[in-house]
Structure formats: structure tokens, C-alpha cells
């Protein structure tokens, strides 16, 4: 929920930053969840989203993520999305852009709920969380991944790598209908032309888009994700 490591953890407890419960009969450290919200609603501006994001989509055990950060189904998240790009709006250097970070964060979001639509692993929904400050948004879900999803229409796929290319790259008839310009494609190109760059992984299997640069390099990841991984800088 907090990005951070363990050691942190302990660190920040001795000093009395965020204190644990203390229990007579376990040697762990506990915590109350609403005093970690708490901390996180009061130290949001100097936390990682990327890393929460991250940590959310693959650990092992699913959770709901924080409520603030929560989007359960798509009327929530089409809410958020409506109060992003109002602020993003008074952003005055965004001015000619910010509806396209908009419909790329967007598209992204409305992927992970049309994909995993009475399909969801176990925690249904997304992680949706911007920081404007830093100039990033972070889209994260723990659904099937984009290998399961593209194998039922081309069986071929061998690997989260090449599913990974395939949505960036390939139109696929038989997909349900993607809006805005044809899904993942249509986010590539607008990353490409703008100034924006973007960090995407599903399962094993990451890529990075910057302006000017339409060319897709698919990497594999040290991290093994549940579903999907999104950070959008601009």
C-alpha cells in the first residue's frame, strides 16, 4: 500500500513516523489499515505511485488497493477520469495536450475493464492514481493480462513478449471494438507525436514508447505482474 520496502518500515516505526501494534504474541510488526491510510493521505505528495502501482499488480495475495486510488468498476473510474482531465486542464504548459493524455489514460483504464469483464482473477478493478506535481499517471490492474486475453482470438501467441507486441502493433479482427482510435495503437501513436513518454508491462513483458520514437522494443521484466502496468509521464 505504501511502496516502500521492509526495512523502511521498521526505520520509520522506531522513529515514530508510522508506529505498528504492538502484539505480545508474535515477533511481527502490525499495522492498523486506517493508520496507513491515514499516512497515506497525508504524505501523498512524497509517495512513489509507480511502486504502489507496481506492488499492487503483482503481489502474490490481492487487496483492495487504497479507496483513493480504487476504481471498482467503470462508472468510477469514468468519474476519475472526468476530474484528471479537469485538472489537467488548468495546467496552462498542457494546454494543446492535455486531452490526449486524457483519452490515452482512457484507453488504458477502459482496456483493463472491457478485457477482464466477468473474468477478473480476484481483485476486480483498477489502481488509477496521478501526480500531477511530478508530471506521471499510473494505471494498474491484476486481470488476466493482455497474453490470455489476445490467445483467444490468435492461439499462436507463445508469450507475454510477443502478446505484448502484438497489441501495440497489429490490429486483430475478432477483438471486441477498441474506441478512440484503435486501442493500444491508437495510445502508441500518441505517445510517439507528443510529449509524453510511456511505460507499459503485462505478465513478463515490458515496453517503452517516447516522443518522436514509434518504434516498439518489448523487454522482458525481472517482475512478473497479474495483470497490467501503466506509467504515463508528460
Wanted: aromatic share 8%.
Amino acid at each position: 500500500m505504501l511502496g516502500v520496502s521492509i526495512q523502511t518500515l521498521r526505520r520509520w516505526d522506531d522513529s515514530g513516523k508510522l508506529s505498528s501494534v504492538s502484539r505480545k504474541t508474535s515477533s511481527h510488526r502490525h499495522y492498523l489499515e486506517s493508520e496507513i491510510e491515514d499516512h497515506i493521505r497525508d504524505n501523498i505528495k512524497e509517495l512513489d505511485l509507480f511502486k504502489i502501482g507496481r506492488n499492487w499488480a503483482a503481489d502474490n495475495m490481492g487487496a483492495e488497493p487504497f479507496s483513493d486510488f480504487y476504481c471498482s468498476d467503470i462508472s468510477v473510474f469514468q468519474a476519475r477520469l472526468t476530474r484528471l482531465e479537469n485538472e489537467l486542464s488548468e495546467l496552462r504548459r498542457l494546454s494543446r495536450i492535455f486531452p490526449l493524455i486524457s483519452a490515452i489514460s482512457g484507453e488504458i483504464g477502459s482496456n483493463s475493464f472491457d478485457h477482464n469483464l466477468g473474468n477478473w482473477p480476484d481483485i476486480r478493478g483498477i489502481f488509477f492514481a496521478w501526480d500531477l506535481k511530478r508530471r506521471k499517471i499510473v494505471l494498474a490492474d491484476r486481470g488476466q493480462g493482455i497474453l490470455a486475453t489476445l490467445k483467444r482470438v490468435k492461439p499462436e501467441l507463445k508469450n507475454h513478449q510477443d502478446a505484448l507486441r502484438t497489441a501495440f502493433t497489429e490490429v486483430i479482427s475478432g477483438r471486441a471494438p477498441e474506441y478512440r482510435g484503435n486501442g493500444l495503437k491508437f495510445v502508441r501513436d500518441v505517445v510517439a507525436d507528443n510529449k509524453i513518454n510511456l511505460f507499459f508491462q503485462t505478465g513478463g513483458a515490458l515496453l517503452k514508447i517516447q516522443k518522436n520514437n514509434s518504434k516498439i522494443n518489448v523487454q522482458k521484466s525481472v517482475i512478473h505482474l497479474r495483470g497490467c502496468l501503466a506509467l504515463i509521464q508528460f
